[in-house]
């Protein structure tokens, strides 16, 4: 529940967004996306449900927030594992085994949630982001030599994220880091 008063209005409306996603999270991992209504997460963030709709039309808008938040914060993380290490093969390694994981974890929500959050320009702008990330980290390894460069990399940055999208199915962490040691084979020269 957000504080009544912050130091600054625009810092109370920060806190009061985030506390409505947070419970709007809460309630659709409780008791499914189709059956939260706005007047149950007005209650749960401690708010009125007139105050809720100056931030929000319905569930789906703050479930898109919620999720274009989420992606961000994926986004963010994948960018501090390539800016981590100096060697490109060891920042390529671990940017693929972050994006693995978060893959496997994408497929872990009920089927209609994934439907209803995995649609959306900005879905298809993180996934660009994504293989952009991935080709630079190509290029800067393949001018090292440790990937080969018989393949352009744009083209290796596709065959690695489609390929690490079938993290997804995999039961295990150990299944998913095989599964990346598989795809990194497959690009050494």
């Not at 940017?95 to 949630?113: E, F, G, K, S």
């Not at 996934?127 to 393949?151: E, I, N, S």
Request: contains cysteine; negative net charge; glycine residues 6%.
């Amino acid at each position: 529940m957000p504080k009544l008063w912050n130091e600054t209005i625009e810092a109370h409306r920060r806190e009061v967004h985030d506390a409505i996603l947070q419970a709007t999270w809460a309630l659709v991992t409780e008791h499914g996306p189709l059956s939260v209504t706005m007047s149950q997460i007005a209650e749960k963030t401690g708010i009125g449900r007139a105050t809720l709709y100056k931030y929000f039309p319905d569930v789906e808008t703050i479930l898109h927030a919620w999720h274009q938040r989420h992606i961000a914060g994926h986004l963010e993380h994948l960018g501090q594992l390539n800016a981590g290490a100096d060697d490109p093969m060891q920042r390529l390694e671990a940017v693929l085994n972050a994006y693995a994981l978060i893959c496997r974890q994408r497929t872990r929500h009920d089927a209609a949630l994934a439907a209803l959050l995995h649609r959306g320009d900005y879905v298809d702008e993180a996934q660009q982001h994504v293989h952009d990330l991935v080709k630079q980290l190509m290029t800067a390894a393949a001018a090292t030599g440790d990937v080969r460069d018989d393949v352009r990399p744009e083209e290796l940055a596709a065959y690695c994220v489609h390929a690490l999208m079938a993290a997804g199915s995999l039961r295990s962490e150990a299944a998913v880091r095989r599964l990346v040691t598989v795809t990194l084979d497959g690009l050494r020269p």
